[in-house]
């Protein structure tokens, strides 16, 4: 079977062409679908976490069985981040600053919990490797005292980071 645009150079089509109507239907999903969302987009989207919630995440790792503690700490670490981000935008410098602080205690409680035979190292890695990509993108936009708070938290995320980098590749 051979088309009319085709039939010039004398090439069949493909047995597996797409009909019309299969093209339209892809095309109309495709322009109803969502854009792709950058990652500062996508942060944007999440859902802001109140002190209650920050709280229950604190105990459910302090509680949790020695092995999950670092994926549940790291999970804080990343919340903190965010929300350290999102008090920056807001012009909330103060609270920001005390939010990394308390980013850094868990960072801490990770490198902790990488002695204990942690579990979920590769997913605690991914997230520690996110979190410091996102906390360097909002070190880019901040300034003055507020930077200065920013780097020494990347500065140990970072290292905490590369611990868990090193103990994935152990395994």
Do not use: W
């Not at 549940?72 to 981040?81: G, K």
């Amino acid at each position: 079977m051979l088309s009319r645009c085709s039939s010039s150079l004398s090439r069949p089509l493909p047995r597996h062409s797409f009909s019309p109507a299969l093209c339209s239907i892809a095309a109309f999903t495709f322009l109803l679908s969502p854009p792709f969302s950058t990652p500062c987009r996508a942060a944007a989207n999440e859902v802001v976490l109140d002190e209650q919630a920050i709280a229950q995440m604190e105990a459910r790792a302090s509680q949790a069985d020695p092995r999950e503690q670092c994926f549940l700490y790291t999970q804080l670490v990343h919340t903190m981040a965010e929300a350290a981000d999102r008090e920056m935008l807001q012009g909330d410098s103060g609270k920001a600053q005390a939010t990394l602080k308390a980013a850094e205690h868990y960072a801490q409680l990770v490198q902790a919990a990488l002695s204990r035979n942690a579990k979920r190292l590769k997913e605690a890695e991914k997230l520690m490797e996110h979190t410091t990509e996102r906390l360097g993108e909002c070190l880019r936009r901040t300034s003055g005292e507020d930077r200065s708070a920013m780097q020494a938290t990347l500065k140990q995320l970072d290292t905490v980071h590369d611990q868990l980098l090193k103990q994935v590749f152990l395994q």
